[in-house]
C-alpha cells in the first residue's frame, strides 16, 4: 500500500492561486494518494508558527515530510514556513527575482493586490446579474446586450457555463433553452434570430444527457434515452441548418467549456 | 511616459492557472503598465510556433522583450516557447523536477488532468443547481441540506457568494434576505430556526449599499441612504441578538468572502 502523502497549500491571502497551480502539478504524477490541506490567510509570523505545527504533525503521522505549495508574498512568513522541515515550493521566491530585474521595478511585498475589488469585480457582478436574468431563456428584452448567448437543449450545462463566465472573467452571457417547438420552425425563434453572431450551441451526447435529467425528473419521458436522443438529433439539425456553431461539453468541465468558448469567439478574457 | 509591456500567459489547457499566477505576481509590481494576452489550448508545436509569431510581434510593437508566463506540460511544445526572445517563466519546468524526485514517480505529461470532470465536476454542478434553487429565500423545503445559509440584507453579495461557493468548492449554499419584517421579531424567521450553526451574516457599509441598490432601483426609497443605514443597523443587530457572526463585504472580493467563510465555518475546499 502506498502511503498517504499529505500537501499543505500555505497562502497569505485566498490561497485560490497555490490551490490552483499545486493541484495542476500533483495532476503530473498518478499513483500516489495525496491528502490536500489549505491554510489561507497566513499573514503574521504567529499565524506561520500555527502553520508549521500542522506540517510537522503531518511528517509524524505520514511518516514522511509532507509538500508545500506556497505563493507567500512576505519574506518574514515565508521565512518560517520555508523551515518547516517539508519539501518547500514558493511561486514567488522563485520568480519574484527575475520579474523584478526585468522591469527594473522592487516589488510592493503588498498582500491580496490581484483580488482587490476594482471596476473590475463590479462589473463581474453585474455579469452574474445578467446571467441569473437571462438564465433560461428568461427575459429577452435586454438579449441584445450579451456577449454570447448559448443555446442547446435542456440541462446540457448552459446555465453553469454562463455564470462560470460571468464570475470568472465579467462576460455577460445569457442561455436560451431548445424546445421541441424550436425544432420544426422554418426560422431560429424571433428572440434569436437578430443576435445570429452572438449564438453559440453546446451539445451533449444522449446517454450523459439521460443520466443528468434522469437525477432531475427520474423516471420521465423527459429524461428517457429515447427523447435525449431525439432532442439532441434535432437540436444539432438545426444549428447546423442555420449555421451556428457548437460544441460537444459531454466530456468538459465547466471551466473548459468557458475557456473554448471564450477563444471561438473571441472575447476579452 | 513608461512603455506598455505585453504579458503573454501561454497553457497547453485552459490557461486558467497560468493566467492566476501571472497575475498574482504582476500585481506585485506598481506603476507599469501590462497588456495581457491570453494564449490558451497551444497543446501542438504548430500551435507554438504560432504563439511565437504573436510574442515577436509584441516585441516590434513595444519596443521591448515581454513577459510569458506558462504552465506547459508538454515539453516539445514548451521547448518552442522558450526560444521566442521574451522573459520565459515556466511553472512547470521549475517544479516539476523537484517533485519527481521527492516523490520518486515520473510525471506522465498529461495535459487537462485536474480540469477532468469526475466526481468533483458532477458535485459542484449539483450546488450550483442547488444554490440556484435556494437564493433568496426561495425554496426552504430542502434547507437542512446547506452546508451554510447566508443571511443579509437584500444586495450585500449573497448570491455571488453562494454561486462561487457552489462552481469553486462544490458546496452547498444558501442564501435567505433578512428584510424589515424580520427585524422587529424576537425569533429568527422560522426557516432558519432550525439551522443556527448553520448560519453565516454578511453585512456592507450603507454608503456602498446605497450604490448598488440605485443601480438596480434609481431614485427608489429602497435604494435611499437612510433606508440602507437603517436596514445595515438592524440587520446587525439582529444577528448580534442571535449570536450569528457576520463578516463585512464591503471591501471584499467574492472570492475574499468565500474563502474567508469556508475559513471560518471550517468547510472542506
Do not use: W
Not at 463590479?122 to 452574474?128: E, F, G, H, P
Not at 431563456?137 to 448567448?149: K, M, N, S, Y
Not at 453553469?160 to 425544432?183: R, W
Request: glycine letters at 6%.
Amino acid at each position: 500500500m502506498t502511503p498517504v502523502r499529505s500537501v499543505f497549500f500555505v497562502s497569505d491571502h485566498t490561497g485560490l492561486t497555490t490551490e490552483m497551480l499545486g493541484r495542476s502539478l500533483l495532476a503530473q504524477f498518478e499513483g500516489v494518494e495525496f491528502k490536500r490541506i489549505t491554510l489561507p490567510y497566513v499573514d503574521t509570523p504567529e499565524k506561520a508558527r500555527a502553520a508549521v505545527e500542522r506540517i510537522r504533525a503531518a511528517i509524524g503521522t505520514d511518516g514522511q515530510r509532507p509538500l508545500v505549495f506556497s505563493t507567500l508574498i512576505l519574506p518574514e512568513v515565508r521565512d518560517i514556513i520555508a523551515r518547516s522541515g517539508a519539501l518547500f515550493l514558493d511561486l514567488f521566491e522563485m520568480f519574484i527575482a527575475p520579474i523584478q530585474t526585468e522591469l527594473g521595478v522592487a516589488p510592493s511585498h503588498a498582500i491580496g493586490r490581484s483580488h482587490a475589488p476594482g471596476s473590475n469585480y463590479t462589473a463581474r457582478m453585474d455579469a452574474v446579474n445578467y446571467a441569473l436574468d437571462h438564465d433560461d431563456g428568461g427575459i429577452t428584452r435586454e438579449l441584445h446586450r450579451a456577449d454570447i448567448v448559448l443555446i442547446g437543449v435542456s440541462r446540457c450545462g448552459k446555465t453553469p457555463t454562463s455564470l462560470y463566465l460571468a464570475l470568472q472573467f465579467g462576460i455577460y452571457a445569457a442561455n436560451y433553452p431548445l424546445v421541441p417547438e424550436d425544432f420544426g420552425a422554418d426560422e431560429l425563434p424571433a428572440a434569436l434570430k437578430p443576435l445570429h453572431n452572438k449564438l453559440h450551441g453546446l451539445t451533449i451526447r444522449p446517454e450523459r444527457l439521460q443520466q443528468i435529467r434522469t437525477e432531475r425528473a427520474p423516471n420521465s419521458s423527459y429524461a428517457s434515452l429515447e427523447n435525449c436522443r431525439l432532442e439532441v438529433k434535432q437540436a444539432e439539425n438545426l444549428m447546423r441548418r442555420f449555421d451556428i456553431p457548437f460544441l460537444d461539453v459531454t466530456s468538459m468541465s465547466v471551466e473548459e467549456i468557458a475557456t473554448t468558448l471564450v477563444q471561438q469567439k473571441s472575447l476579452h478574457r
